[in-house]
């Protein structure tokens, strides 16, 4: 015969799992096509703390392999972005949006460090949460002081000659190619962009010959050769690669 206390624990414990039982079949349960949350998304830093300048998107700027790296504004003002972005930037923003940036602009130049972009008319925001994965190389060394004046264009170039409309920087300021007025980005080393500063002033007549990649998103060279004209043409230095790390020991 059962003692009171075994048929009250034996019914107790029926009674939970019962209850259990129909928990879980009431709880909401994911959908098998439904991303789990995403973690780990939301920025170190407010970018609602951070000033905003509103503008309109002229058109995009690029690295040399075509990835977007920011924006012209209608005003002039450049927007930097890392190139990480570039995806999410193509798919939310297009030449003619008018855009509210937030982020931190130099004290001397018409330049916006970007922390986040919004679309004005959709809404939709893009927010720099760092590189997927952290890391720098060792920094290239400089280049010669000085570059042949080789007298005429390389063949197996392309060559462009149009007026520059403005300098392009990257996000510390320097100056890293120029926008032509015919749209097309210019990119050269940052060194070598100094050395020809009197070339990328805006209205400067300027002759170019580099590799010239053509997307949906714009037209980007990589400068080769530089000067005022054909026959004043002098040669591009560019950095060497660095040097991969040495390779760890075999145990």
């Keep these: ?9 034996i019914g ?3 009674l939970l799992a019962l209850t259990a039982s129909a928990l879980a079949q009431t709880s909401p349960q994911p959908r098998a096509n439904q991303p789990p949350p995403a ?10 703390q951070l000033p905003a300048h509103r503008g309109k998107v002229q058109q995009f700027t690029l690295t040399p392999r075509g990835d977007i790296d920011g924006l012209i504004l209608a005003d002039g003002t450049e927007v930097k972005t890392p190139p990480h972005l570039s995806t999410q930037m193509a798919f939310a923003i297009k030449p003619g949006d008018a855009v509210t940036i937030r982020g931190l602009r130099a004290a001397a130049l018409p330049l ?3 922390v986040s972009i919004t679309n004005d008319a959709t809404g939709r925001m893009i927010i720099d949460n760092g590189p997927p994965r952290a890391g720098r190389g060792p920094a290239a060394p400089p280049p010669p002081a000085s570059a042949p004046d080789v007298g005429g264009p390389l063949p197996g170039l392309t060559e462009l000659r149009s007026r520059v409309r403005m300098a392009l920087h990257g996000p510390q300021g320097d100056v890293n190619g120029a926008l032509l007025e015919d749209g097309t980005v210019l990119r050269l080393p940052p060194p070598e962009a100094y050395r020809f500063t009197s070339l990328l002033q805006p209205g400067q ?8 990649t053509v ?5 980007i060279m990589e400068v080769q050769q530089i000067g005022a004209s054909r026959d004043q043409l002098s040669l591009i230095q560019t950095p060497p690669p660095p040097r991969p790390g040495r390779p760890g020991k075999r145990r």
């Design 205 to 212: 007549t300027v002759v170019v010959t580099g590799t010239q």
């Design 39 to 48: 973690a780990g998304l939301a920025p170190l830093y407010d970018p609602q």
């Design 1 to 9: 015969m059962r003692s009171p206390w075994k048929t009250a624990l």
């Design 112 to 114: 916006v460090q970007a």
């Design 215 to 219: 997307t949906a998103l714009g037209k």
């Design 12 to 14: 107790g414990s029926a």
